[in-house]
């Protein structure tokens, strides 16, 4: 009788004279009866629940099988829900408690710990709510990367399996995926099949699964190679990315995700920081928090012994801004055993519509801009302990963020350098994927029972458009569609009174149904328009939300070589389809650049790139410690080695570090250096030019003079690196010496940043280095590679630290030249090489046309390293920092230190005063220049890396230092 009523309700708004004509179209000889069937009935639901008032019964949610994320568009398509039992979750109190026994009371004989929730099903992840009508799962399990099954080789193992029970009343399988493994129970042997059948294939099959690798092994597929909104932008330096960090921060609308190394609530974003007051992190939060947004933060919990970033004190603060921002901080050391490791991920992801990555961390120190000033007297850019200097002291307590740590009339500020990108479309959230996995990870591990931290769930990122072909089916099935709601359109007047929406399919289509049309979809007759750049829109506030699909445009013939194979060439100059072949003038290019929605100042030419449309893959080093997952994933490494070997005229690598090892080290296992050998070796023996130019810190960041006691670290470092580049057997350098002699200089080179300036009006010169924190390398001006990943094992190996990176390739290309000759080069990564050059060699936008052409000696070697080589001399002769090539040993570093310290009466820890006259001779007398008079001669930031410095001393620790007994991994 219940079934009856209902269905009478279920047509009391839409009379059968409405239905008859859709449920039972003329048949024509050039259709199936099932297609015209299938077709039909769709069209029928579809009209049928246009009335929100059946779709709100709860009835029609069960018997339809359809629930609060069953229509979101945010989420995926609908594909499989009903009610399964499970035991793993805490006990769920809901309204049937009381209908329990009467012994339950004292024996709880009706608790066998088995309840029952609504299980949904979506392309990327199984999610249990306590009912259909709930917002908040209950548990849910992301879809991860599956391993080999059983070390069979070309099998794969299954995300769920039948399991067999004792009592054959009962029908149970289990769902595994990382390292989790959960038991569901079904009513039946046919549903336990059904779930089984429908999990794997939302989960496995090809190549639309989350659970198949894509190239370089990475869990993201390689984005826009169809017109999908994947776009990106650059910045260089903390402004730039700052500045636009907050723009976005400002304009969300629903949820922002911020993932740091170190994160300090006290960073402005904006300077000056006196008139910027509402910039700073903490305020911008607590403002969009008061609005309703959620924000999510997840820190890394350091080991205090080792680092002092005080995750506990960051902690404490956020968590006072709003009840809306939720903070976790992993791993927790004792029970997961991990202390070596950090998670070294920098993110900001805004609506899951844009999403910043790359060097900078939400921190103190990060701040700058193309000067890289070295004071701040007074305080007006970074204030109290953001003027920072690693080097001279690492502060001891954040109590008082506003007073300084360092006396800044006495030492530089060191400069930052570093790069940044924004994402958007499915780029964006392929990282926010990424960022759910490991929050709900270390959710379940630090606050399993806590009601406060809720579960993620991830969006729907879209897969299917990038593979699919198209075919006359799609368009067969579209135009009957159309037909059947013009038909339904003039038959039926109740439609326009009911409150109908346009609303998705609720069979869904299988993946080899949907086909492209123009550009668009279109799904039972309505339109679904492409607007990536709109904010993603949230649920309604009843129990369903019913919308337009922001489905993205299909691609036809896209080339799939290479999606899966590592070894895959990346050409970066083939010959592209005439829509992505666009070219544009390259003359001053930053100062027409389209800067999207961004909001950048005039101060800022050269410091934030084009917005433009690429090719995107976010690349990721992660595993079971870091993410939960399933297998260690280090397609960030594979990525780089890729790229080397298949570089046709030169690679530009600026990162933080450079450790790395030949074919055969058994120490060194990351082979980013055997990539770089071996392409050149092969430039060599192919009688061609090819170019390796490195940029990196001329030392580590890290507290300590070189010859201090408590300075081993930065000691140990120093050895990794020179055993990479240039000392002993296992060093490039010294291999290419052995083949090529001296000419190994026109295929590799280092360098580092240093700058100088006034710490006040009428204080005393300074120089220090310019941190090199940056993680980008650009190939033959084509690709770029942006991210979180230092050059060495501990972010290559996917095991250690956890990286996030994405690989863009351009689309847009503008003229250019290489190797002498016209070349294709992209917007994007030329523009950036471009920024970054003129930076550090001092030219101003009128003087770009001078290293238009990367390769050339006239740019390489009379150019880059002519600049380089004079800056160097020039810093040598007004200060004599540290490092430098004419100091090889430990006791000539102490008669160096012991000479400017009794001459200056006061120097920096790395020699960085310079003298109040600079003594010369001329004509037999002496006379005394101004340091600033020489230093002018500097031209931008550019020297050389100091391959002699301490060369005469072994700089491992030694067994009279701590550092002596900690594994040798720590520091590489």
Same mark, same amino acid.
């Given at each position: ?5 209902? +269905? ?322 992993? $791993? ?93 479309? $499915? ?134 070589? +290479? ?210 924190? @940056? ?44 190797? +002498? ?20 060699? +001092?030219? @101003? ?100 890396? $100091? ?26």
């Amino acid at each position: 009788m219940e079934v009856f009523e209902t +269905g009478a309700f279920f047509f009391r708004d839409v009379p059968s004279s409405a239905a008859l004509p859709i449920i039972r179209p003329e048949l024509g000889r050039q259709h199936s009866m099932s297609d015209r069937a299938r077709v039909a009935m769709n069209g029928y639901l579809n009209h049928f629940l246009g009335n929100l008032d059946i779709v709100n019964s709860r009835e029609v949610c069960k018997f339809l099988e359809v629930s609060t994320l069953s229509f979101s568009p945010e989420y995926g398509p609908k594909q499989k829900e009903d009610y399964v039992m499970v035991n793993h979750l805490p006990t769920i109190h809901n309204d049937d408690d009381h209908k329990k026994c009467s012994p339950c009371q004292w024996f709880n004989c009706c608790n066998d710990n088995w309840q029952k929730v609504w299980a949904v099903l979506k392309p990327g992840f199984l999610a249990l709510l306590k009912d259909p009508f709930d917002t908040k799962p209950l548990d849910i399990i992301v879809f991860d990367v599956l391993p080999a099954s059983d070390g069979i080789e070309g099998a794969r193992a299954t995300l769920a399996v039948e399991m067999k029970e004792r009592n054959p009343l009962r029908h149970s399988f289990k769902v595994s995926c990382g390292n989790r493994s959960i038991r569901l129970r079904s009513k039946s042997s046919a549903k336990v099949k059904e779930w089984v059948t429908a999990i794997n294939d939302a989960a496995l099959r090809l190549p639309e699964g989350w659970c198949h690798p894509h190239r370089f092994g990475s869990f993201a597929p390689p984005r826009g190679l169809a017109e999908d909104g994947s776009e990106v932008q650059w910045f260089v330096d903390g402004r730039a990315a700052f500045e636009s960090i907050a723009s976005a921060i400002d304009g969300a609308k629903s949820e922002i995700f911020i993932c740091g190394w170190w994160v300090c609530p006290e960073l402005y974003l904006r300077r000056p920081f006196q008139t910027n007051a509402s910039s700073r992190l903490d305020a911008l939060l607590e403002a969009k928090a008061k609005q309703g947004v959620q924000i999510y933060i997840l820190l890394y919990k350091e080991v205090a012994l080792a680092l002092k970033i005080n995750s506990v004190y960051s902690k404490r603060k956020l968590l006072e801004i709003h009840e809306n921002v939720r903070v976790l901080r992993y $791993p927790d050391h004792f029970s997961s055993g991990v202390y070596l490791w950090s998670h070294h991920e920098k993110l900001v992801i805004i609506d899951n519509h844009i999403c910043f990555i790359g060097g900078l961390d939400l921190c103190f120190g990060r701040y700058d801009s193309s000067d890289h000033k070295v004071g701040d007297v007074p305080p007006n850019i970074w204030p109290g302990k953001d003027y920072y200097n690693p080097r001279e002291s690492e502060p001891n307590t954040w109590e008082d963020t506003m007073k300084d740590e360092i006396n800044r009339e006495k030492y530089p500020r060191m400069p930052w350098h570093d790069v940044h990108c924004a994402l958007w479309g $499915p780029p964006c959230r392929d990282v926010a994927r990424h960022f759910v996995q490991r929050w709900n990870y270390a959710k379940r591990n630090k606050a399993p029972n806590e009601q406060t931290i809720p579960l993620l769930m991830p969006q729907h990122h879209m897969v299917i458009p990038h593979y699919m072909g198209s075919s006359s089916e799609m368009e067969v099935e579209k135009k009957i569609v159309e037909d059947i709601y013009s038909d339904m359109k003039r038959n039926d007047s109740v439609a326009s009174l009911s409150s109908f929406q346009d609303i998705p399919l609720l069979i869904p289509q299988e993946a080899d149904e949907l086909r492209p049309s123009d550009g668009d979809l279109k799904s039972n007759g309505l339109e679904m328009k492409h607007d990536f750049d709109d904010q993603p829109s949230r649920a309604s506030k009843g129990p369903f939300s019913f919308r337009k699909s922001k489905n993205e445009a299909l691609v036809e013939d896209t080339p799939m070589k +290479g999606f899966v194979d590592d070894s895959d060439s990346l050409v970066p100059n083939q010959d592209l389809s005439p829509d992505i072949g666009k070219r544009t003038s390259e003359k001053e290019w930053w100062e027409t650049q389209e800067r999207g929605d961004q909001v950048v100042s005039a101060d800022e030419t050269g410091q934030v790139g084009p917005r433009v449309k690429c090719r995107c893959q976010v690349l990721r080093s992660v595993s079971q410690w870091s993410a939960g997952t399933s297998q260690v994933e280090e397609s960030i490494h594979k990525a780089y080695c890729s790229l080397i070997e298949t570089a046709e005229h030169f690679v530009y690598i600026e990162n933080q570090f450079f450790i790395s090892g030949l074919k055969g080290d058994e120490i060194i296992r990351n082979r980013v250096l055997e990539a770089m050998y071996r392409r050149i070796i092969r430039a060599h023996h192919e009688k061609k030019s090819f170019r390796i130019i490195i940029v990196i810190p001329l030392l580590p960041g890290f507290q300590g003079g070189i010859d201090d006691a408590g300075a081993a670290s930065v000691r140990a470092i120093m050895h990794w690196q020179y055993r990479t580049i240039c000392r002993g057997p296992n060093s490039i350098l010294q291999n290419l010496y052995n083949l090529l002699g001296a000419r190994m200089h026109d295929y590799i080179s280092f360098y580092g940043l240093r700058s100088y300036g006034k710490l006040f009006e009428g204080g005393p010169v300074a120089a220090s280095q310019v941190y090199v924190h @940056s993680k980008v390398m650009i190939v033959d001006d084509c690709i770029v590679l942006i991210g979180s990943a230092n050059i060495n094992d501990r972010s290559l190996l996917g095991s250690r630290d956890s990286e996030i990176g994405v690989l863009i390739e351009d689309k847009e290309l503008v003229d250019s030249f290489m190797g +002498g000759k016209p070349w294709r080069a992209g917007k994007f990564a030329s523009s950036l090489r471009h920024s970054l050059w003129s930076e550090h060699l +001092g030219l @101003s936008a009128v003087e770009i046309n001078q290293i238009i052409d990367p390769v050339i000696d006239s740019t390489y070697k009379d150019i880059w390293m002519a600049t380089a080589k004079t800056n160097t001399m020039i810093y040598q002769d007004v200060i004599s920092c540290i490092p430098n090539d004419l100091i090889q040993s430990r006791s000539a570093l102490r008669q160096c230190m012991t000479h400017w310290k009794e001459k200056l009466g006061h120097t920096t820890i790395d020699l960085g005063i310079a003298p109040v006259k600079l003594e010369s001779y001329q004509d037999g007398n002496i006379r005394g220049t101004d340091p600033m008079e020489r230093l002018k001669s500097v031209k931008g930031h550019l020297v050389s890396f $100091p391959l002699d410095f301490m060369c005469k001393e072994d700089l491992r620790p030694g067994y009279k230092e701590s550092e002596y007994y900690a594994s040798p991994q720590v520091f590489h």
